[in-house]
Every structure is written in structure tokens, then in C-alpha cells.
């Protein structure tokens, strides 16, 4: 469920990462109003919701836990439409959520993706074209997309902010990058998306850390450290030091835009929403169920029983069904279904907070980019996409987003009363990269708390045997040993999805 709260901006300024701002600082602020979106809470509900008696038994053939991209994945992939999919918040989308301003969706979470190269995994793709979001070009050999008005301009895309200097991009031309790419380019075409396809000639990657790599065949410095460190950071929520080289390498052979001009980049106003969008649509409304929270998995008589809380009207419901394909987060599942929890216990999740600032028409912001990338002295800020370059006709809406270390889960939930000085530094950095106070511009602030957004690909983390199917449950999701991208969090609905049409 959704928690959302009306605040205004006022008070102390304590956050994370900054100190404590003067009254005069805090004062010249104007105030505007500020949205608080968590479902930390909802945890809770569980200990008043297992007192309630149960009001109405489901049956179903297959019960999908979770409406993010791996959950509707697997909706869009079963064999027969005999399936409820559960979600806790009240709306689907997971980390590819968006928000309605003035009836036009902003991205909460992930928001953009790259064309398609061919050798990607062939079921996904199929989806993808069957949902009509991409179509299959002869001529470069590429999947592009249909709704080409989604396309960045290449010279509207991005410029970076590095320690007060404007740059062209976070990795600047040097004989270090082109030493760089000249060593990753032996992998090129050998790590396909999903990232279960990548041989396992090359599982050797994952047990060293990508540091450790590039530490190993090049004269790194900090400053090259530091940019690959921000590039991590932005797509799988580690550094260097934390993610495996297999994950590392993978960034930049995967999708290359670096060397390849026909890779676009792909990014709607809503972000991927937009594909949870042409899932919904898909799937029939009658099977999704949003506000309702699976509190607890059980396997009886041959069946699996699932106690669910419907969080909008504090009503608790029993599903049972033949199969069921859990696409929520792993860590939930020591509560849910403590017997399936161990093999996901090595687990780290990066927390996110994404900070929508809507500001008033009238600001001008000249040389704006749709990825404005920030290098500082706080790391945990990865910088903000402008939504002028995604459509100018709709409201100015830019969009922060911050990646905390994993074990800052509940300072994260802090946020959820002590917001104000994460919003005022926020827009301080804005208004250093713009050289232009923009505070006054400000109209409504919306903020995001992602305690666990995404699953922090760790040596060791891509290669570990996991069993994926324990007595008809079948699991799904970028968690399950895959890469935190959606391409890998797609294809692992769809393989859940044939598993438990299989059985």
C-alpha cells in the first residue's frame, strides 16, 4: 500500500548525508507542498491483519506475487488466463513506477532503456514485439522501437557536473578510456542480455570484483575510478569494489553505445512504466489486485494457500492455487515463506530515493539535458533527468534519484519524517549545476522511498546455483541471480511463467 502524505516544507534540516543548515538558510525558503510515498509501513499491518478473519477464498490456477516488470511478465506468458496477480502498492510497477501530474505520468524508478542488439534473448524480445514496443530493422540487424517520439536526440542526451566544471559526458576521452575499451572489447558479443545466457567459459568474472579487474591490466587513477564507480552505481548500485567484473564488463558490451551510433536511448516521460503499461493492458483488469499484500505462503494438501491482506480496505483474503510464481523481493520471503528464503539470503539491496520537482512554466533553463549527470563529494546523489526533453509540451518535471548503501535501508525510511533537508539539498545541487536558484520556481515536491530497489550483483552473485522451482513455487525477478536491468527481470517472468504452464 501506498502511504502518501501531504507536507509542507518547514523545520530542522537533518538528512543522511548533509549537517545542519542555518535559520536564516532555512527561513529564505518559500514553502510549497511535498508528497511522501513509502510502503514501509505495511509490514506492520501484518501483525493486526492475522487477528481478522478471512472474508473471501479465491481459487486460481496460478497466484503471481508481485506486479512489477518480472510479475507482469510472467502474467503476459502464461499458458491460460486462469492467474491473480497481487501487488502491494496501488499501483503496478515496482521500481519502474510512475506518478500522474495534471493526468501525465513521471517516472518514480527506472526510466529509460537502449535498442535492442539481435543476439538479446529471443523470447523476450518476441514479447516485447507482441506488445508492440519494438519491430525488428534488416538493415542495422537491431530491434528498435516503435514509438520513436520516445527517442532521446543524441545531442540533447546528457552532460555531467563534475566537482563545479561542466563535461560532456562522466567518462571523458583519455588514452585511459581508450586503453579501457580497447581491454573490454574481446568480450563484445559473448554477453547477451538475459544474463542467463552468458557462457559459462566466462563465469571465471564473477569471482573478482571489477576493480580488482581493471586494477589488474590497467594504470587506473582516481579519477577514472571515480567516474566508473558513478556509471556502477547509476545501473547496479555498487562500485567497483562491490560488484563482480562479470557484472562490470557486462555494462559495457551489453548495450554499446558507447562504439554503436544506431543504439538509441529510450525514455518516456513515464519511464519503464511504460512497459508495465503495455503489460497492463495485456493482461485483463478483472486478474490484478493492487493493495493487496501477501503476508504468507503456505503449501497444504497439495495446494498453496496465500494469506493476503487487502491493504485499501483492511480486509483479509485467502488465494489458493495450483502453482505460484513469486516475482516480489527476496528478502520479504523470511516472513512470507521462510523454507525458500535461504537461497536468496546472500542478497544485498540497494535503497533509492527518487525526487520529483515540478517547477513553474515560466523558468528558463538553458542548456538543459535529458540526463544531467552530478559528480560531488556526495556520492549517494547519481544527478536528475529533465522531462522538457522527454516532451515539451508537458509540465517541467525534474527527476532526482539517489542510490544509499545497502546498509542505510532504514535511514531511508527516516526520510519519511525528516524529508525537508534531502528536498533543499536536492535543489541546491540543481541549482549549482544550472547556476541558477531555482527554489523559487518550485511548485509541488514529490519524493519516492525505495528501500530495496535493487539487488547489488556482488562476486558470486550471477553465478550461484539457485533452485528457481520448490514444490510448484516458481521465483521471478532481477533478484533471482540476474542483473538489475529489465531486460533480465522480463525474461525471468517468462521463465517462470513456461515453468509453471510446464507443470
Known sequence: MDRRQFLYLSGGLITIASCKKSDRE????????????????????????????????LTTETLVVGGGISGMAAACSLSSNDFIVCELNSSLGGTSSALSINNVFYSQGAHYEHTYLHNYGYEGLELL??????????????????????????????????????????????????????????????LPLPSTLISSELHYLDQITFFEYLDKYLPIDNTFINAIDYQMLDDYGGTTKQISALAGIHYYTCRPYYTNKNIKTFSPTEGNYY????????????????????????????????DILDTKN??????????????????????????SFHQFNDISYTPWVVINIMLTDDI???????QNDFISTDTTFLGFSDSKIQNPKNDRVLTAYYCFPDMHHYSVQNLETSYDSIVHETIKKMSAYYKKDISRAVREVFIKLLGHAMP????????????????????????????????????????????????
Open 26 to 57: 532555512v527561513k529564505s525558503r518559500p514553502n510549497f507542498p511535498i508528497h511522501i510515498d513509502s510502503n514501509s509501513a505495511t509490514g506492520h499491518l501484518v501483525k493486526s491483519a492475522v487477528q481478522l478473519p478471512v472474508t473471501t477464498t
Open 129 to 190: 514485439k507482441k506488445l508492440d514496443v519494438i519491430k525488428f530493422n534488416s538493415y542495422t540487424n537491431l530491434w528498435n522501437f516503435v514509438d520513436q517520439q520516445h527517442l532521446v536526440p543524441s545531442h540533447q542526451e546528457e552532460a555531467c557536473y563534475v566537482h563545479g566544471e561542466m563535461k560532456s559526458s562522466v567518462l571523458l576521452n583519455s588514452e585511459l578510456r581508450k586503453n579501457f575499451f580497447d581491454l573490454i572489447r574481446s568480450f563484445r558479443g559473448k
Open 275 to 306: 512497459f508495465i503499461n503495455k503489460m497492463k493492458n495485456y493482461v485483463p483488469s478483472s486478474n490484478i489486485h493492487c493493495n493487496h499484500l501477501v503476508f504468507e505462503l503456505k503449501r497444504e494438501n497439495e495446494k498453496w494457500q496465500a
Open 314 to 339: 483492511g480486509v483479509r483474503k485467502k488465494v489458493v492455487s495450483n502453482t505460484v510464481i513469486y516475482a516480489g523481493q527476496k528478502h520479504a520471503l523470511q516472513y512470507i515463506n521462510p523454507t
Open 364 to 370: 528558463a533553463l538553458p542548456n538543459s539535458k535529458w
Open 456 to 503: 547489488i550483483p556482488q562476486p558470486g552473485y550471477l553465478t550461484k546455483p539457485r533452485n528457481l522451482l520448490i514444490d510448484d513455487l516458481a521465483f521471478a525477478g532481477a533478484d533471482t541471480g540476474r542483473l538489475p536491468l529489465l531486460f533480465d527481470a522480463l525474461d525471468s517472468g517468462i521463465q517462470a511463467a513456461k515453468t509453471v504452464s510446464n507443470i
